[in-house]
């Protein structure tokens, strides 16, 4: 079964400071994806990013990018001028590619990244 | 697009009784649903994997006959938890996949409080 990393349990940054939220994952496939999501109190999954692993372009949303260094299994997510709304749960996820396993997601711990003004 | 619905948002029952959690991808047809369990602060962990019209896959360790799960049409999945007790009381999420491809699309969350 694939791990998933996350080893930084809280994160703090300033507002509109930059701060990078690291992943590292362990399998033996060659493809597959790799996702961040946010969970603000809510509680309410959001997608930030996904990146698709046999392409070698980092994945960017606005203020989000990620650097996925797939040789060494490495997935970190950066956030560009952080944002109070930013603070939130982040969690790290791998997916297979289409299989039997019905596509499930692998979470890592998630990163608690706070922000302060 | 893409929109996931839970219901009940929270729910409190008591000790042995049993309650039914709704999933329902408002405006697509889920080829598959997941159902997630997550303890405070901590990450959500799969309980099982289900396809419209067939038996629902259990991960090791979840038991298939206190969480019985029904995937009775492409846009809706129920989990009943059966003779429920306190240590069940945690946040479940369900998710679906609208194809192959997607991303899974997240549901907002049930709370479950057994007394």
């Known amino acids: 079964a694939q791990t998933v990393t996350q080893s930084q349990p809280e994160m703090s940054v300033q507002e509109a400071e930059t701060v990078t939220l690291s992943c590292t994952y362990d399998?033996?496939?060659?493809?597959?994806?790799l996702f961040w999501y946010k969970q603000p109190p809510s509680r309410q999954m959001i997608l930030v990013i996904r990146?698709?692993?046999?392409?070698?372009q980092n994945a960017t949303e606005n203020r989000f990018s990620v650097n996925f260094q797939k040789a060494a299994k490495s997935f970190s997510l950066k956030i560009s001028d952080s944002q109070l709304g930013d603070a939130a749960m982040y969690f790290c996820?791998?997916?297979?590619?289409?299989?039997?396993?019905?596509?499930?997601?692998?979470f890592g711990k998630g990163t608690s990244l706070l922000v302060t003004p | 697009g893409a929109v996931v619905s839970q219901h009940p948002s929270w729910v409190i029952c008591k000790s042995g009784t049993s309650v039914k959690i709704e999933c329902r991808s408002l405006?697509?047809?889920?080829?598959?649903m997941f159902w997630y369990r997550q303890f405070p602060k901590q990450s959500l962990m799969l309980m099982a994997t289900?396809?419209?019209?067939?038996?629902?896959?259990?991960e090791q360790g979840v038991e298939k006959d206190k969480f019985l799960i029904n995937h009775a049409s492409l846009t809706l999945s129920t989990l009943t938890v059966t003779s429920a007790h306190p240590e069940d009381s945690s946040f479940y999420i369900c998710?679906?996949?609208?194809?192959?491809?997607?991303?899974?699309?997240f549901g907002p969350g049930t709370r479950l409080t057994v007394t």
């Open positions: 289900s396809n419209e019209g067939s038996k629902a896959t259990y």
């Open positions: 996820a791998y997916r297979s590619e289409p299989s039997n396993s019905g596509y499930a997601l692998n």
């Open positions: 405006d697509f047809q889920a080829t598959t």
């Open positions: 998710s679906a996949n609208r194809d192959y491809t997607t991303e899974q699309y």
């Open positions: 990146q698709e692993a046999y392409k070698q």
């Open positions: 399998t033996s496939e060659s493809d597959y994806y």
